[in-house]
């Protein structure tokens, strides 16, 4: 009868660690907060948002963002941030639902949108971005496709992917800021962790659209979620999961005698 408990308390745990393994990431593990904004209003909520350019909209459909090219500048863009606090060494995450509807970088050039945690005097950045490059040299590479690219200060890395809709996300943790995406396969991590060591804060939140060099860009962005905290177990899973270990522990004890 015991050792009929035994086993089903260690069936329990390892289906357990099998359904909360490897293969989860810690986004899906971050208490997501009401949407701080779905941008349905007939205008952008200024009481939630800086804003920079004039060329975006909000209303049913979300925020739609679209950077114009001036011949008289190499870069342009349009971009929000959030009016609100991210204390330096507090825990913090996003996540944004992206949809890019015309992407069309001029040869040389790239379109980009992107998510970034910024230092309070601007100096600093690190995020991510979805980017369509033409043949654009990026770190002394040249480029041309499409890529979740990080935008970090300890170095580059580039996703190469296909989707035009998807999600951007970033954890704020430990002093250190990781990215990841979901290209409708599940969060994935985007390159290293970035080291805030040195930054002043409190640190600010930025979404940004960009045409660098020449081309055009269109993207919408709906129901942009903010977390301070990551889940806790559930003293269930806890119990069974104490359960399984005691019953693999009566079962080593077994085995050696």
């Known amino acids: 009868m015991r050792s009929c408990f035994v086993v089903s308390c260690a069936a329990v745990m390892v289906l357990l660690l099998l359904g909360t393994g490897g293969a989860s990431s810690p986004m899906d593990s971050v208490v997501w907060q009401t949407p701080y904004d779905n941008f349905s209003g007939s205008s952008l909520n200024t009481a939630l948002w800086y804003s920079s350019g004039t060329t975006l909209s909000t209303g049913a459909g979300g925020l739609t963002l679209t950077p114009t090219f001036l011949s008289s500048s190499s870069e342009n863009d349009v971009g929000i941030e959030a009016k609100l606090t991210v204390n330096s060494g507090a825990f913090f995450a996003a996540q944004v639902p ?5 992407a069309t970088p001029g040869s040389g050039g790239a ?13 600093m950045t690190g995020g991510m971005d979805w980017v369509k490059a033409n043949n654009s040299s990026m770190g002394g590479t040249t480029y041309n496709g499409t890529y979740f690219v990080t935008a970090e200060n300890v170095g580059t890395a580039f996703e190469t992917t296909s989707v035009t809709q998807g999600e951007l996300g970033l954890i704020y943790s430990g002093g250190m800021i990781t990215t990841y995406y979901n290209n409708g ?24 659209t960009t045409i660098d060099n020449s081309g055009s860009l269109t993207a919408v962005v709906q129901d942009v979620q903010f977390g301070n ?25 077994k085995i050696k005698k």
């Open 185 to 208: 396969t599940g969060w994935q991590q985007l390159g290293a962790p970035d080291s805030t060591a040195g930054w002043t804060g409190p640190l600010k939140f930025e979404l940004d």
């Open 98 to 102: 992206f949809s890019i509807t015309t």
């Open 111 to 123: 379109v980009t949108l992107g998510i970034y945690l910024q230092s309070n005097d601007y100096s």
């Open 229 to 253: 905290s990551t889940a806790v177990p559930e003293p269930t899973t806890m119990l069974l999961l104490g359960c399984g270990l005691f019953g693999l522990g009566i079962v080593g004890r």
